[in-house]
């Protein structure tokens, strides 16, 4: 007879683990207890060795479906020689740091499913879930992960759900959301700030009929509002547009099901399996040619469109009586974090025609995750609801407690202490109040999880990033991390990756070692070799807004003022002669124009080039339309040369194919780069969000046999910032 005590850490709290560990030793007939704390697990076993050693099989093998196992600590302890298995309560142990692993949100399970049409506690229950579905992370104010430290506190399990609660056998024993229509939290739908009293079962009913009259609403989800109207109505979707003041920036939309996104777009297996997959993230389709279930202003001037699924029992009861697709955005305003409370929604968008609101309170707030198919496999744009909180665990384990904080646009944060780096939900641009507040909050909540009181800051190298400037006013010890190092970081985080690699770093503007703006970077292990020629942008912050500005720019760059004024371009005419001249005048004596070698600002150029987007109505707008135009039957390309290690590429402003050209000369120059330095590559920064671009890649990568690399559980954008500066500082520990 032997006994041994397993500290068990990885996502094994309010997963359904403990009862999993229950039923696992009560089948062996092993004797000991299984218990939650601030590591994770911990647990003891006793019984002859052979069934031990079977008992630890099963936990490799046969893990719920939301559990994971990242370590398990073994500690060989003397026999009791008594008692049976238990579940014992949560112990108040203190630890240096709390380090158990908080889970995400997921969609609602197929058993929940049936209960809300077949059970008639559960019957039309908005807020059913189970240990292997529903809120986690948003309902969590600190591990361990106990009903007494989530928002459901406050809400008494009725006896029918205290049985199953404390029932080891049942799939609701200590799943901490857990409630039914009698004892959880209530609906309530609100016009005009007052409470619409109507018998429960028919909020739905109302809600959808709300919808196909083209009103326009609030409802609230896992992680926050949506703002809800029929997505079929061109008249109520453009309404909605001039309440955003979003004029082009594609809209989500929800559908029933699998059949009904059919309708509209073309769906891989792939990208089902992503739709149907328990994160239910916001997946990037392709239209289907001449549709026209959907409204064309939902995502405008491109053949894309990002859909997603039901994710909660209340999305699927509101299908019921909708046979439209709905779209369903962050309920806020351009760039601020997403609202989870109502009365947010009634100061902030008085465009709102009605609310439907619950009373259970979201804690940690969290928007849609947004996703795409990329040869075959996952690129992540978003990275937030069902994904995240993210760890990635670590060869050793650190001394130092590191908080790294991000850069200014698509915001997160990440922790590193112990072995472990947790990556928060995607956050946001930091260039409003909402958001840096929202930013603010969530380094608290973080800290609040693991007990966490970092020992140093990291910070990227901009000095005006409102993280940066966040970073110095906190009277401890700083580090910055280069823009694009970190990018190059956070894709070796995500492969555990080290060494020295070819690395392209390819995005907007980041802030350079030489104090210009980079974003077109090429880099052997963490030095800077090629970069592609700089171009000034012509009025600084606001040549990102109007791709005009930069094609203008690119023209002084090649052209004399005299020769400017005579040429035919559509992009002129968007100028006035003195506009022109005043704007040559700055380039000249470099007034407001700082220098960019920037492939995202190389993609505006072109953009504006083939009068396809003269001004920016939302990020990136010029790299959809871009690759929007690609043409994959052109298989030409510019010429290009390399003086002193900077690129230039031919162009041919004129060329009706300047875009698939200017592609194309993307990969041959990536291409010939890295046949030439014959190093395995990374590829990182937002420009590769661009599908087109990596699947060509891919394509000539396996052909040149090629090892390369790419972001695929993280982001590839800003994003994954805060990881790659992590991984940087762990990595010169």
Same mark, same amino acid.
């Given at each position: 007879?032997?006994?041994?005590?397993?500290?068990?850490?990885?996502?094994?709290?309010?997963?359904?683990?403990?009862?999993?560990?229950?039923?696992?030793?009560?089948?062996?007939?092993?004797?000991?207890?299984?218990?939650?704390?601030?590591?994770?697990?911990?647990?003891?076993?006793?019984?002859?060795?052979?069934?031990?050693?079977?008992?630890?099989?099963?936990?490799?093998?046969?893990?719920?479906?939301?559990?994971?196992?990242?370590?398990?600590?073994?500690?060989?302890?003397?026999?009791?020689?008594?008692?049976?298995?238990?579940?014992?309560?949560?112990?108040?142990?203190?630890?240096?740091?709390?380090?158990?692993?908080?889970?995400?949100?997921?969609?609602?399970?197929?058993?929940?499913?049936?209960?809300?049409?077949?059970?008639?506690?559960?019957?039309?229950?908005?807020?059913?879930?189970?240990?292997?579905?529903?809120?986690?992370?948003?309902?969590?104010?600190?591990?361990?992960?106990?009903?007494?430290?989530? %928002?459901?506190?406050?809400?008494?399990?009725?006896?029918?759900?205290?049985?199953?609660?404390?029932?080891?056998?049942?799939?609701?024993?200590?799943?901490?959301?857990?409630?039914?229509?009698?004892?959880?939290?209530?609906?309530?739908?609100?016009?005009?700030?007052?409470?619409?009293?109507?018998?429960?079962?028919?909020?739905?009913?109302?809600?959808?009929?709300?919808?196909?009259?083209?009103?326009?609403?609030?409802?609230?989800?896992?992680?926050?509002?949506?703002?809800?109207?029929?997505?079929?109505?061109?008249?109520?979707?453009?309404?909605?547009?001039?309440?955003?003041?979003?004029?082009?920036?594609?809209?989500?939309?929800?559908?029933?099901?699998?059949?009904?996104?059919?309708?509209?777009?073309?769906?891989?297996?792939?990208?089902?399996?992503?739709?149907?997959?328990?994160?239910?993230?916001?997946?990037?389709?392709?239209?289907?040619?001449?549709?026209?279930?959907?409204?064309?202003?939902?995502?405008?001037?491109?053949?894309?469109?990002?859909?997603?699924?039901?994710?909660?029992?209340?999305?699927?009861?509101?299908?019921?009586?909708?046979?439209?697709?709905?779209?369903?955005?962050?309920?806020?305003?351009?760039?601020?974090?997403?609202?989870?409370?109502?009365?947010?929604?009634?100061?902030?968008?008085?465009?709102?025609?009605?609310?439907?609101?619950?009373?259970?309170?979201?804690?940690?707030?969290?928007?849609?995750?947004?996703?795409?198919?990329?040869?075959?496999?996952?690129?992540?744009?978003?990275?937030?609801?069902?994904?995240?909180?993210?760890?990635?665990?670590?060869?050793?384990?650190?001394?130092?407690?590191?908080?790294?904080?991000?850069?200014?646009?698509?915001?997160?944060?990440?922790?590193?202490?112990?072995?472990?780096?947790?990556?928060?939900?995607?956050?946001?641009?930091?260039?409003?109040?909402?958001?840096?507040?929202?930013?603010?909050?969530?380094?608290?909540?973080?800290?609040?999880?693991?007990?966490?009181?970092?020992?140093?800051?990291?910070?990227?190298?901009?000095?005006?990033?409102?993280?940066?400037?966040?970073?110095?006013?906190?009277?401890?010890?700083?580090?910055?991390?280069?823009?694009?190092?970190?990018?190059?970081?956070?894709?070796?985080?995500?492969?555990?990756?080290?060494?020295?690699?070819?690395?392209?770093?390819?995005?907007?503007?980041?802030?350079?070692?030489?104090?210009?703006?980079?974003?077109?970077?090429?880099?052997?292990?963490?030095?800077?070799?090629?970069?592609?020629?700089?171009?000034?942008?012509?009025?600084?912050?606001?040549?990102?807004?109007?791709?005009?500005?930069?094609?203008?720019?690119?023209?002084?760059?090649?052209?004399?003022?005299?020769?400017?004024?005579?040429?035919?371009?559509?992009?002129?005419?968007?100028?006035?002669?003195?506009?022109?001249?005043?704007?040559?005048?700055?380039?000249?004596?470099?007034?407001?124009?700082?220098?960019?070698?920037?492939?995202?600002?190389?993609?505006?150029?072109?953009?504006?080039?083939?009068?396809?987007?003269?001004?920016?109505?939302?990020?990136?707008?010029?790299?959809?339309?871009?690759?929007?135009?690609?043409?994959?039957?052109?298989?030409?390309?510019?010429?290009?040369?390399?003086?002193?290690?900077?690129?230039?590429?031919?162009?041919?402003?004129?060329?009706?194919?300047?875009?698939?050209?200017?592609?194309?000369?993307?990969?041959?120059?990536?291409?010939?780069?890295?046949?030439?330095?014959?190093?395995?590559?990374?590829?990182?920064?937002?420009?590769?969000?661009?599908?087109?671009?990596?699947?060509?890649?891919?394509?000539?990568?396996?052909?040149?046999?090629?090892?390369?690399?790419?972001?695929?559980?993280? %982001?590839?954008?800003?994003?994954?910032?805060?990881?790659?500066?992590?991984?940087?500082?762990?990595?010169?520990?």
């Amino acid at each position: 007879m032997i006994r041994q005590r397993l500290t068990i850490t990885g996502k094994v709290q309010g997963v359904g683990f403990r009862p999993f560990v229950y039923r696992v030793a009560k089948k062996l007939n092993l004797k000991g207890y299984v218990k939650n704390n601030t590591k994770g697990v911990q647990l003891e076993i006793e019984g002859v060795s052979k069934d031990i050693e079977l008992f630890k099989s099963h936990l490799k093998k046969d893990l719920p479906p939301l559990a994971k196992i990242d370590n398990i600590e073994i500690k060989e302890i003397e026999p009791l020689y008594r008692g049976q298995f238990n579940i014992i309560q949560s112990d108040n142990e203190v630890f240096t740091s709390k380090i158990a692993s908080i889970s995400p949100d997921t969609a609602i399970c197929d058993n929940c499913k049936f209960d809300i049409f077949h059970v008639f506690r559960y019957s039309g229950y908005f807020a059913t879930n189970c240990t292997n579905c529903g809120p986690r992370y948003t309902i969590i104010k600190t591990v361990p992960y106990d009903r007494v430290n989530t %928002s459901m506190k406050n809400f008494t399990l009725c006896s029918s759900c205290q049985k199953d609660y404390k029932d080891p056998m049942n799939r609701r024993y200590h799943a901490q959301p857990t409630c039914c229509k009698n004892c959880g939290p209530e609906l309530e739908l609100i016009i005009n700030n007052e409470e619409l009293r109507i018998d429960k079962g028919d909020i739905y009913k109302s809600v959808a009929e709300f919808i196909k009259e083209g009103k326009i609403g609030a409802i609230k989800g896992l992680g926050g509002f949506h703002i809800v109207c029929d997505a079929t109505n061109e008249i109520v979707v453009q309404k909605l547009r001039d309440y955003k003041h979003r004029p082009n920036k594609p809209f989500a939309i929800m559908c029933k099901d699998i059949e009904q996104v059919r309708e509209f777009a073309t769906v891989s297996q792939k990208e089902e399996e992503l739709l149907v997959s328990k994160e239910a993230p916001i997946v990037i389709l392709n239209k289907k040619k001449n549709q026209n279930r959907i409204a064309f202003n939902i995502a405008p001037n491109i053949h894309r469109i990002g859909c997603f699924l039901p994710y909660t029992a209340l999305h699927i009861l509101l299908f019921e009586h909708l046979s439209n697709p709905i779209v369903a955005t962050s309920a806020n305003l351009g760039g601020e974090a997403i609202i989870t409370i109502k009365e947010e929604i009634e100061s902030r968008l008085p465009f709102i025609d009605f609310i439907l609101d619950y009373n259970r309170e979201i804690i940690n707030a969290i928007d849609d995750s947004v996703v795409q198919i990329v040869n075959e496999d996952i690129s992540i744009l978003r990275l937030a609801r069902g994904y995240t909180p993210k760890e990635i665990i670590l060869d050793k384990k650190i001394s130092q407690k590191v908080l790294c904080i991000g850069a200014n646009a698509k915001n997160s944060i990440t922790l590193l202490f112990d072995n472990k780096i947790i990556v928060s939900p995607y956050i946001g641009d930091l260039d409003n109040i909402k958001s840096y507040e929202f930013f603010k909050r969530t380094i608290k909540t973080f800290e609040r999880f693991y007990d966490f009181k970092p020992d140093i800051i990291v910070h990227d190298k901009h000095p005006s990033y409102a993280s940066t400037l966040y970073a110095k006013e906190q009277g401890i010890a700083t580090f910055e991390v280069q823009h694009h190092i970190a990018h190059i970081y956070a894709c070796m985080a995500e492969y555990n990756l080290k060494g020295k690699y070819l690395s392209f770093a390819f995005d907007g503007t980041g802030y350079g070692d030489d104090k210009t703006l980079w974003g077109a970077e090429i880099f052997i292990g963490d030095s800077r070799k090629y970069s592609f020629k700089p171009i000034k942008l012509l009025g600084g912050t606001k040549a990102i807004k109007e791709p005009k500005r930069v094609a203008l720019s690119i023209l002084f760059d090649r052209y004399s003022l005299d020769e400017i004024l005579k040429l035919d371009f559509e992009l002129l005419k968007e100028f006035t002669q003195n506009e022109i001249k005043l704007l040559h005048r700055a380039y000249s004596l470099n007034l407001n124009a700082p220098l960019a070698s920037s492939i995202g600002r190389l993609f505006d150029g072109v953009a504006s080039f083939a009068n396809l987007c003269q001004i920016q109505t939302y990020e990136g707008e010029a790299g959809l339309l871009c690759e929007n135009a690609y043409n994959k039957n052109c298989k030409s390309s510019f010429a290009y040369n390399i003086t002193n290690n900077i690129i230039e590429i031919n162009f041919d402003f004129k060329d009706k194919q300047i875009i698939t050209k200017f592609i194309n000369t993307l990969v041959n120059i990536i291409i010939d780069i890295s046949k030439k330095e014959n190093l395995e590559v990374i590829l990182c920064g937002g420009v590769f969000q661009n599908k087109t671009l990596l699947e060509l890649l891919d394509a000539r990568f396996k052909k040149e046999e090629i090892e390369y690399y790419y972001a695929k559980s993280m %982001s590839i954008n800003d994003g994954a910032i805060s990881l790659g500066q992590a991984y940087y500082k762990y990595y010169k520990l």
